[in-house]
């Protein structure tokens, strides 16, 4: 399956494994994957090993952007999320992948379901 994000196919610039936190960085900044790879590893984030919510945090930050974290009470699902915010960038995150949500539509590395249950998600806006 090839993904375009940025016009640029995201397998062909893969160079390792778990790394749908770079790639959901780069989905929803627009920066090259060069750039969220390099944030994650400045934040911690070992190379073929996933990131965890702190490090895509401080990685978006580092990028210039805002992220506000959320932690919803109940269950939420992909869909409700997207259904309930249309509009926005956001990083969706389970217990163990990130995918980004761009107003509305789902940039993600492998296929994946709008019942996935999501723990949290940053919504993410330019700093000012």
């Excluded at 920066?31 to 934040?43: F, G, I, P």
């Amino acid at each position: 399956m090839k993904i375009l994000i940025n016009e640029v196919k995201v397998r062909s610039v893969r160079g390792e494994e778990n790394d749908c936190s770079v790639i959901a960085i780069m989905a929803v900044t627009g920066c090259t994957y060069k750039q969220a790879w390099e944030a994650l590893h400045e934040v911690g984030r070992t190379k073929g090993r996933g990131a965890t919510p702190l490090q895509i945090g401080l990685a978006l930050k580092s990028l210039g952007w805002a992220a506000m974290g959320f932690v919803p009470m109940n269950k939420v699902t992909l869909a409700k999320l997207i259904k309930t915010r249309p509009k926005g960038r956001f990083i969706a995150y389970t217990m163990n992948h990130a995918v980004a949500v761009k107003d509305g539509a789902v940039y993600n590395t492998y296929p994946i379901h709008g019942k996935t249950l999501i723990v949290g998600f940053f919504d993410i806006k330019e700093a000012v």
